[in-house]
């Protein structure tokens, strides 16, 4: 079955220190990603999403993520995190079925 | 991408009674899927509703606990029957963006807690 890993529970970081958050997929197939992520209250948003081209892709706030077809990975970076970037981030892949299966979600703590 | 509308909003109920919750969206959309999200976990797929036909459930959902009712393209009702404190939760309807590029779009989630 298709399945999705993040590899970080919980991250901690200060102010403009640089993120990564990682992500593998189990799926030989043609595959869909998604970021989302989820502040304190507040409902899931799209951070950014990949689905060909271009494996480098831009999304919102000044995030990006990766998609390494090789290592199954589609990891998630921002150069210099804010306090306002505290949050749970989910990594996501559609499958064939249409069907989007998440990550277990990595907690975001930015100390100001 | 389209907008959705669910209520409630949250909901304290007692064991042994049922919620339902519901998810109007302003588009006409094919598929609606419903999720949990139970305390400091992720998003779990309860099922994919469609229009005109039955849910079709995830492994270790079943249509009595959790009836699905989708009458039209835009509405769709999820319940949680026979509440026990294990099903509180968030539960989230969600559907696709509209375009394949579009992503998906979340309804903002009723957070259930059983007591």
Not at chain 1, 11 to 22: D, K, N, P
Not at chain 1, 32 to 43: C, D, E, I
Not at chain 2, 50 to 58: K, V
Not at chain 2, 69 to 97: A, H, K, Q, W
């Amino acid at each position: 079955a298709q399945s999705v890993s993040q590899h970080n529970h919980h991250v901690i970081l200060s102010e403009a220190a640089s993120l990564e958050l990682g992500c593998n997929y189990s799926y030989g197939g043609t595959v869909n990603l998604f970021w989302y992520v989820q502040y304190p209250g507040q409902h899931l948003q799209l951070l950014l999403k990949y689905f060909s081209g271009d494996p480098l892709v831009k999304g919102i706030k000044g995030f990006e993520a990766e998609f390494i077809k090789s290592k199954f990975s589609f990891n998630l970076r921002k150069p210099s995190v804010q306090w306002s970037d505290t949050a749970e981030y989910f990594c996501a892949v559609y499958n064939q079925g249409g069907k989007l299966i998440f990550g277990q979600g990595t907690e975001l703590s930015v100390k100001p | 991408s389209a907008v959705i509308s669910q209520k409630p909003s949250r909901d304290i109920c007692q064991r042994g009674t049922s919620l339902t919750i519901q998810c109007q969206v302003d588009s006409q959309v094919t598929m609606m899927f419903w999720y949990r999200q139970q305390p400091g976990q992720s998003l779990t797929l309860i099922a994919t509703a469609n229009q005109g036909s039955e849910a079709t459930y995830e492994s270790g959902f079943v249509i009595d606990k959790f009836p699905i009712s989708r009458p039209n393209l835009t509405f769709s009702t999820l319940t949680v029957s026979n509440m026990s404190p294990e099903d509180s939760s968030i539960y989230l309807c969600s559907v696709p963006g509209g375009r394949p590029n579009y992503g998906y779009t979340f309804g903002s989630g009723t957070r259930l807690t059983v007591v």
